[in-house]
Structures are given as structure tokens and as C-alpha cells.
Antibody, heavy 114, light 113 residues
Framework: QAQLRQWGAGLLKPSETLSLTCAVY????????WGWIRQPPGKGLEWIGE???????NYNTSLKSRVTILIDTSKNQFSLILTSVTAADTAVYYC????????WGQGTMVTVSS | DIVMTQSPDSLAVSLGERATINCKSS????????????LGWYQQKPGQPPKVLIY???TRESGVPDRFSGSGSGTDFTLTISSLQAEDVAVYYC?????????FGQGTKLEIK
């Protein structure tokens, strides 16, 4: 059974760049979409985007101008980059493998505050 | 984008009673080539990532109690808990994975009456 472990900076100032990485342990790295989801405090789940093994990406329409998802198949890792963050980007960020029968990371709390 | 709408937003049910959560999509999630509905249900408890309950609209994930069931097709789906247990208190989300962006419903908070 695959496991996802994620890490990245937890405190950012407005206008800085958020960068999170998710490493995949066990299971196949190919044949899946690898995605990011976030959840502001006390609110629902928001899908951010996804990437497949070949590097093809899809992004949330509302975040598209600020989001980049990258994949490093040699390390079985994928990353989220979100530029020009504001307080509205404060959330728990999750990485995930696939959809439907998804496997989720443990989540990383990211706070944007001056 | 496909819009997912859950109802109700919150629900209080007595222990042992049935709980029903609905999810409606703005377009069909049924893929005709394989006759599968690209709809999943998640359970989320405080401080935890969402847990998969149901995928393909009605397939129960391994280890999920059989009191949880999913039904529906096309644009209308239902998650049913046949006999509510105390440990089922959580927020429940549906998600479509038919097309990107793979949108979620707004969530339904389930409590004990």
C-alpha cells in the first residue's frame, strides 16, 4: 500500500511563494494522477490541481495563474508551488494519489501572516 | 467546471437511525464507455485527512463498515448510513473525478441527535 509523506514551509509572509513536496513510498508511481487539495480553517475541501507521470497538468480555474505542479519521477516526488500568497491561502494542504480510491498525505498547515 | 451540491449542509440523526446525504452534479458523471459513475464519498474527522468511503458511486472501500452504502447515477447520488454509530460523527464530502477540476461538494456535517 502506497504512503504519501509531505513537507514544506508552514509560515509565509504575504507575497511570498508557497512550496510543498510530497514523496511517495511503495506502490507504482506511474498510471496515476498526483494531486493537491487544500482546506482553509473550518471550511471545505478545495481541489488545487494534478499532474500525471508524463507531466501533464490540470489546475483549478481560480488558482491557475499562481499554481505550478511539478513531478520528479526519479525521486517519486511531486511538488506544489503557489506564488504571491495572501491570507486567503492559509489552509491545510494535502497531497493525494489518484481520485475516487485516493490515498492522501497527512496534511501540512500553511499560515500566511505578516 | 462541474459544480457539486450536497444537501443538507448539516444533519442530526439519532443513534441507530438512518442518515442520508445527497449530492447533485451539474452534469452527468456517467462515462458511457465503461458505465461507471466518477463519484466518490469521503469522511473527514477533525484533524485528520479525508478517508475514502465509496468510489465509482457505489463501491465500498476495503475496511469500510457495510452500514455505509452509495447509490445513484448520472447527476444524483446518495450516501446512506443504515444505522448511525457514535463514531460516524464527521463531515462527509462527495467529489467528482469525471473531469478536471475534480470538484468537491461543500460538505455535510453529521451529528448525533
Amino acid at each position: 500500500q502506497a504512503q504519501l509523506r509531505q513537507w514544506g514551509a508552514g509560515l509565509l509572509k504575504p507575497s511570498e511563494t508557497l512550496s510543498l513536496t510530497c514523496a511517495v513510498y511503495g506502490g507504482s508511481f506511474s498510471g496515476y494522477y498526483w494531486g493537491w487539495i487544500r482546506q482553509p480553517p473550518g471550511k471545505g475541501l478545495e481541489w488545487i490541481g494534478e499532474i500525471n507521470h508524463g507531466g501533464s497538468t490540470n489546475y483549478n480555474t481560480s488558482l491557475k495563474s499562481r499554481v505550478t505542479i511539478l513531478i520528479d519521477t526519479s525521486k517519486n516526488q511531486f511538488s506544489l508551488i503557489l506564488t504571491s500568497v495572501t491570507a486567503a491561502d492559509t489552509a491545510v494542504y494535502y497531497c493525494a494519489r489518484g481520485w475516487g480510491r485516493a490515498i492522501w498525505g497527512q496534511g501540512t498547515m500553511v499560515t500566511v501572516s505578516s | 467546471d462541474i459544480v457539486m451540491t450536497q444537501s443538507p449542509d448539516s444533519l442530526a440523526v439519532s443513534l441507530g437511525e438512518r442518515a442520508t446525504i445527497n449530492c447533485k452534479s451539474s452534469q452527468s458523471l456517467l462515462y458511457s464507455s465503461n458505465n461507471k459513475n466518477y463519484l466518490g464519498w469521503y469522511q473527514q474527522k477533525p484533524g485528520q485527512p479525508p478517508k475514502v468511503l465509496i468510489y465509482w458511486a457505489s463501491t465500498r472501500e476495503s475496511g469500510v463498515p457495510d452500514r455505509f452504502s452509495g447509490s445513484g447515477s448520472g447527476t444524483d447520488f446518495t450516501l446512506t448510513i443504515s444505522s448511525l454509530q457514535a463514531e460516524d460523527v464527521a463531515v462527509y464530502y462527495c467529489q467528482q473525478y469525471y473531469d478536471p477540476p475534480r470538484t468537491f461538494g461543500q460538505g455535510t456535517k453529521l451529528e448525533i441527535k
